[in-house]
């Protein structure tokens, strides 16, 4: 984009969510609410009998939203062509970014799949897969994804937040 011509206001606002700072706060908001989860998860985990419902929600759900942020991260390069903000903002660190998101947003899209995975286990009848008794094994697996997606969120951060990491643009 050359210096004289201004971005409108709408490519502004897509620019600040789809840049380093915009996905950054959008991680930190996910970890808190991951830890929230995790907090609610762990000590039903030791007392499945009355919580089956509210653990199989919370995995579920938490797994249907890294899901749909892990494509949408992944696919960030994709949506700055959608959105016509490439090639006129494209550079060698946004070229980075896009990278670095790509791999990082197939794993919390793997990550929402496997947790997924755990409640479907739980869900179908015991004819099939039997768990009975083993229900908090299955949620311990499910909780060791969101915390495993949690540190790779950090991690995803500290590197957006460090433009050195990530080259010169």
């Not at 971005?7 to 929230?36: C, D, E, H, Q, W």
Request: with cysteine; net charge neutral.
């Amino acid at each position: 984009m050359d210096s004289k011509s201004k971005p409108k206001l709408g490519k502004l606002i897509l620019l600040a969510v789809t840049g380093r700072y915009g996905i950054i706060t959008i991680n930190v908001l996910l970890i808190l609410f991951s830890m929230v989860s995790l907090w609610v998860m762990l000590p039903m985990i030791f007392n499945t009998e009355g919580n089956m419902m509210a653990l199989e929600d919370i995995s579920e759900y938490i797994g249907v939203i890294l899901i749909g942020y892990g494509v949408a991260v992944e696919e960030r390069q994709s949506f700055m062509r959608i959105f016509k903000l490439y090639p006129a903002f494209e550079c060698t660190l946004q070229d980075k970014v896009d990278h670095l998101c790509h791999e990082y947003g197939l794993c919390y899209l793997l990550l929402g799949l496997f947790m997924e995975m755990c409640v479907a286990c739980i869900k179908i009848p015991n004819a099939i897969i039997d768990t009975t008794n083993i229900e908090p094994i299955v949620f311990a697996g499910s909780a060791a994804f969101l915390i495993w997606n949690t540190f790779l969120m950090l991690r995803h951060c500290w590197f957006l937040a460090r433009p050195r990491s990530l080259g010169k643009g």
